[in-house]
Nanobody, 129 residues
Framework: RVQLVESGGGSVQAGGTLRLSCVASRHTNSRNCMSWFRQAPGAEREGVGS????????LYADSIRGRFTISQDNAKHTIYLQMNKLKPEDPGMYYCAAGQFACVGENWYQAATAGWNYWGQGTQVTVST
């Protein structure tokens, strides 16, 4: 079993930055793909971006492309989400997820069906205006 622990959430003003981290307990094929999702109150969980760890490739949701960047440190089993130019529509609980094949294909952003087998507990992001 892979355990994921997120950190780095907080409260910032619109236009500010945050860097989220997600540490995996170990490396297995189960985390060939890692991703970031977010969920606002009353809304569905939506994909923010995913990373194919072995290839170092990333995919992003249109809503955050150009503002958010996913990076990884394989030696530390860690994936990061650099969030710049935060907007009032960005707040929510941000979750890290891992799966063996979830990022291979076009439906990576679907939290329930893409094959994201492991989830962290989430870290809260708040943006004030």
């Amino acid at each position: 079993r892979v355990q994921l622990v997120e950190s780095g959430g907080g409260s910032v003003q619109a236009g500010g930055t945050l860097r989220l981290s997600c540490v995996a307990s170990r490396h297995t094929n189960s985390r060939n793909c890692m991703s970031w999702f977010r969920q606002a109150p009353g809304a569905e969980r939506e994909g923010v971006g995913s990373s194919y760890i072995l290839r170092g490739t990333t995919l992003y949701a249109d809503s955050i492309r150009g503002r958010f960047t996913i990076s990884q440190d394989n030696a530390k089993h860690t994936i990061y989400l650099q969030m710049n130019k935060l907007k009032p529509e960005d707040p929510g609980m941000y979750y890290c997820a891992a799966g063996q094949f979830a990022c291979v294909g076009e439906n990576w952003y679907q939290a329930a069906t893409a094959g994201w087998n492991y989830w962290g507990q989430g870290t809260q992001v708040t943006v004030s205006t």
